[in-house]
């Protein structure tokens, strides 16, 4: 099991940015699944399988169980437009 901790979300938020530029929407939030203790927070014992991934990109919302996914998603399958709105949510 990975620690949140050990995630490199600020690696991700760079290169996302590096990729769709500085003024491109994004939000990358860790959410707690239901039942993780006050006391592992505070040991900082927080685990990838105890949390869930939200993330906005220009509008478009989607959630993820996995951190790889959400790399995924901002690397390969997020586009910018110029109208701030994702390509494939217009043909929707």
Known sequence: MTLV???PILKLAFDAEEKHGEDT???IEV???EGI???QL???EVTTDDVLWWVEFEGQ????DEFASVE???LQEAEKTHN???ENEKSK
Do not use: T
């Open 5 to 7: 901790s050990d995630i």
């Open 61 to 64: 919302q989607k959630i993820f």
């Open 42 to 44: 505070e040991a900082n």
């Open 84 to 86: 701030g709105e994702i």
């Open 37 to 39: 203790s006050e006391s």
């Open 31 to 33: 959410v707690l699944k």
């Open 25 to 27: 929407h994004m939000v």
């Open 72 to 74: 995924h998603f901002l």
